[in-house]
């Protein structure tokens, strides 16, 4: 998978997705984008404990998926932003967070498709 062009196509998708992340399961960052004049809500280090907790929620999750079904996205709403958490394949998680205010179903349905390329 070529990280940076799928970190590119989904902060395409909506003017209002702050930042895209490609990373493992364990957490580690393979590739972020970040949309030019957005300043960060968190400290970076704060972005990776942020991001490490989305992961491990992802794992947890996922201990039910051969009862309920595999995982398609989780959708947490802030005040100041929306975190959407979803696999891209069994090793990549695609991590993006928008503003408060985005329509994150539609974000979500093409964000979907990435999944697909």
């Not at 070529?2 to 395409?12: I, L, V």
């Not at 209002?16 to 590739?31: E, Q």
């Not at 991590?95 to 990435?114: F, P, Q, R, S, W």
Request: aromatic share 6%.
């Amino acid at each position: 998978m070529e990280y940076r062009a799928t970190c590119e196509k989904a902060m395409a998708i909506d003017p209002k997705i702050r930042f895209a992340t490609i990373c493992d399961m364990n957490g580690r960052i393979a590739h972020t984008e970040h949309r030019a004049n957005i300043s960060n809500l968190l400290s970076p280090d704060e972005s990776k404990k942020s991001l490490q907790q989305a992961v491990n929620a992802w794992k947890s999750r996922n201990e039910f998926a051969s009862k309920i079904g595999d995982g398609k996205y989780v959708l947490a709403v802030y005040e100041k932003i929306k975190r959407i958490t979803m696999p891209l394949n069994d090793e990549l998680l695609l991590y993006i967070t928008t503003d408060a205010d985005a329509d994150h179903e539609t974000i979500i349905n093409k964000a979907l498709k990435l999944r697909q390329q």
